[in-house]
């Protein structure tokens, strides 16, 4: 079994939709949780990155971690074409563990005009 | 804007050949790492480097090398590639270490090799 599970989708949505992309995690001691946005030929970047339970929320991205229940999301509201691409889930056990994040595999999201 | 910048885009090589991988970053950043990337497994680490000269192994380092002899390069070495090491090969940097400082990413090199 994987750390970190993602389904690999595509996830295909008409413009406008609310997504919810989801990641399940095995490692209770997890504490640090971020998502990626990776387009087509890119480098994946950092959109969004939370501490613990909880919801946090950026203009269209909010981000919810579920500890209990080992289990995160990120939900995008009024999607766009622009938001199209791989998104990654990525998770580490502390501040002082570095960067040693552990992915999940991503998923890919088409949102269709 | 923080640039990491790695030198081929594409590369095809034959199984036995040595291979580099360069990346080079421009924010004076202290710590590098190499990533693989396939489908469905996601990123994972093969090695990472907090200051120049020195490496350590990540998750999967068996079959690489890495090189820092200069703070902003970082390069990555196959000393016999192998067909099993097709894959996609992402470098990224950050300033420190810390959840909240996050890792900037090149583009990422496509090596396939047959």
């Known amino acids: 079994q994987k750390e970190v599970e993602q389904d690999p989708g595509p996830l295909s949505v008409p413009e406008g939709a609310i997504v919810s992309l989801n990641c399940t995690y095995s490692n209770s001691a997890f504490q640090y949780f971020m998502w990626y946005r990776q387009y087509s030929r890119k480098g994946p970047e950092l959109l969004m990155y939370t501490y613990s339970s909880g919801n946090k929320e950026d203009g269209r991205f909010t981000a919810q971690v579920d500890k209990s229940s080992k289990y995160i999301s990120l939900f995008i509201r009024d999607s766009q074409p622009s938001d199209s691409a791989t998104y990654l889930c990525?998770?580490?056990?502390?501040?002082?563990?570095?960067?040693?994040?552990?992915f999940g595999g991503g998923t890919r999201l088409m949102v269709k005009p | 804007d923080v640039k990491v910048t790695q030198s081929s885009r594409y590369l095809v090589k034959r199984t036995g050949e040595k291979v580099f991988l360069e990346c080079v970053q421009d924010m004076d950043h202290e710590n590098m790492f190499w990533y693989r990337q396939d489908p469905g497994l996601g990123l994972r680490l093969i090695y990472f480097?907090?200051?120049?000269?020195?490496?350590e192994k990540g998750d999967i380092p068996e079959g690489y090398s890495v090189s820092r002899e200069k703070k902003e390069r970082f390069s990555l070495i196959l000393e016999s590639a192998s067909t099993n090491q097709t894959s996609m090969y992402l470098c990224?940097?950050?300033?420190?270490?810390?959840?909240?400082?996050?890792?900037?990413f090149g583009n990422g090199t496509r090596l396939t090799v047959t």
């Open positions: 990525a998770m580490t056990l502390s501040l002082n563990a570095g960067n040693m994040l552990t």
């Open positions: 990224a940097s950050t300033p420190q270490q810390g959840g909240n400082s996050p890792l900037h």
């Open positions: 480097s907090y200051d120049v000269k020195m490496k």
